[in-house]
């Protein structure tokens, strides 16, 4: 599905990703987890195509990058980022910012077709908020106006959803709805690629993990098995204690007196 290959990135003499591979197959879904400033954002806008690697290759959906129609791909591609969620419009009803996603558009100028809102009305449903389909975007909390661009990502029928730090802000509760809705795309043929720094964020349905640090994968394969102490001091600095419940990893910080 996605595919990338000894990838280094240099801005203004920085190297900010050194010799990346990363490979996700069909029927896995991945995070990637990382401090701040560590590459994750970079990594994603090299898989959209937004970003071009300046050594190493990039193959989505077994199409080349840079031998290829990015736009064509991108159509295939859901993202949902906080730079997409500014540039929604807060007055327009819900139900039509779900629907401009069958489309890509921002916006609608003209009449929006009786199929395409009864589909945005569907998605709303599926994200459990097909009460607010009539109320402006501006008049949500944070965390429904993230399962808005969830249901919006849906309408174009994606088969790879990429999601950048989705549940950052939200409240326990809010966090809790807006992944219970992202664990339930186990049930579609999606595959999924998010990044966070919250390992407690690891929903069930999540495969596998790749850990960066400083542009380096410091580890990449199934969760149980990059989930380790050792790897998350590598990637934090801090020592933990993890404990799985229920499907989700769960950490404790071990004082270091
Ligand atoms: N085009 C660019 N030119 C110069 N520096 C860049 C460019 N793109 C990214 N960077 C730098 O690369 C580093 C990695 O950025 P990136 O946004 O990928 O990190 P991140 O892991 O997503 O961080 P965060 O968790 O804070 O969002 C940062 O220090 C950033 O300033």
Redesign the pocket.
Known sequence: MIHLSQIHFI??E?H?LNDVNVLIESGEHWVIL??????????L?LMNGY?FPSRGTVDVLGNRYGQCDVREIRKKIGYISQSLLEKLNLGDPVHEVVATGEYAFLRFYQEIPQEVTARALQMLERVRIPHLANQTLGSLSQGERKKVMLARSLMMKPEILIL??PAAGLDLYERERFLADVNDLSKQDITVVY?T?HIEEIMPLFTHVAI?EQ?EIIAAGRKEEVLTPANIHQAFGIDIVLEWYQGRPWIKVIDPK
């Open positions: 801005r203004e920085r900010i990382g401090r701040n400033g560590s590459g994750k954002t970079t990594l806008e970003e950048d730090e990044v720094h960066i542009g």
